[in-house]
């Protein structure tokens, strides 16, 4: 079963605008680390987050972890057009052997 | 630039004709992974590399083999390709030092099965 689920699948907004992406996840994790990918190629390491942490800032980029709630979201403050992209959560399952599982992701459109 | 490479970048083959996709690191990084990834999916674990040690996910089918002859290179072999196999296919890699694990990815392979 998927482990991690983002919400929304899709998100429209205007440039200057922020832009909130949620992600929830079922089992005990290490961390949790959010990618962005542009269409049509790899992905790229945005934040990556431990499970003893709540909150954690990167430029633009504000990450909050709840794992009480099993959830976590990312925030994009002050959206530019090239912002748009695919964005990902993982997560680090306790016990996985190295492996990350990818939620469904988000398609972020910032419009000019 | 210290990165991670794959070759080709676009790859057409033909039902049943074995292809082989290539991946390469100069990040001197301990685990190497394979992705299979369609349109607007996640990326699909396939398999991944600790060192030597090969782990293969319960589900990846046994059309999909992989080598890895050294640190810096890992291959992808689909023996017998078929139109279900048309996607991307991205190579990451990872170290496990300090419990950071992030991966880095190249730029994937686009598959074409005719």
């Known amino acids: 079963s998927q482990q991690g689920e983002e919400d929304p699948q899709a998100l429209s907004i205007q440039e200057g605008e922020n832009a909130t992406m949620n992600c929830s996840y079922k089992?005990?994790?290490?961390?949790l680390q959010w990618y962005r990918q542009n269409s049509g190629r790899g992905l790229v390491h945005l934040i990556l987050i431990r499970s003893n942490e709540r909150e954690k800032h990167s430029g633009r980029l504000r990450v909050t972890l709840d794992t009480s709630k099993k959830s976590s979201s990312l925030l994009i403050t002050a959206s530019r057009a090239a912002d748009t992209a695919s964005y990902f959560c993982a997560t680090d399952v306790a016990g996985s052997n190295y492996k990350l599982t990818f939620g469904k992701g988000t398609l972020l459109t910032v419009n000019p | 630039d210290a990165m991670v490479i794959q070759n080709p970048r676009y790859q057409v083959t033909q039902f049943g004709k074995p292809v082989t996709l290539s991946c390469s690191q100069t990040l001197n990084h301990n685990v190497m992974y394979w992705y299979q990834q369609k349109s607007s999916q996640a990326p699909k674990l396939l398999f991944h590399?600790?060192?030597?040690?090969?782990?293969n996910e319960a589900d990846t089918p046994d059309n999909f083999q992989s080598r890895r002859p050294n640190t810096s290179f890992c291959f992808l072999d689909i023996r017998s390709p078929g139109l279900g196999d048309a996607a991307m296919y991205l190579c990451?890699?990872?170290?496990?030092?300090?419990?950071?694990?992030?991966?880095?990815f190249g730029p994937g392979t686009r598959l074409t099965v005719l």
């Open positions: 990451a890699t990872s170290t496990h030092s300090g419990g950071y694990n992030e991966q880095f």
């Open positions: 089992t005990s994790i290490n961390n």
């Open positions: 590399y600790y060192d030597k040690d090969f782990n």
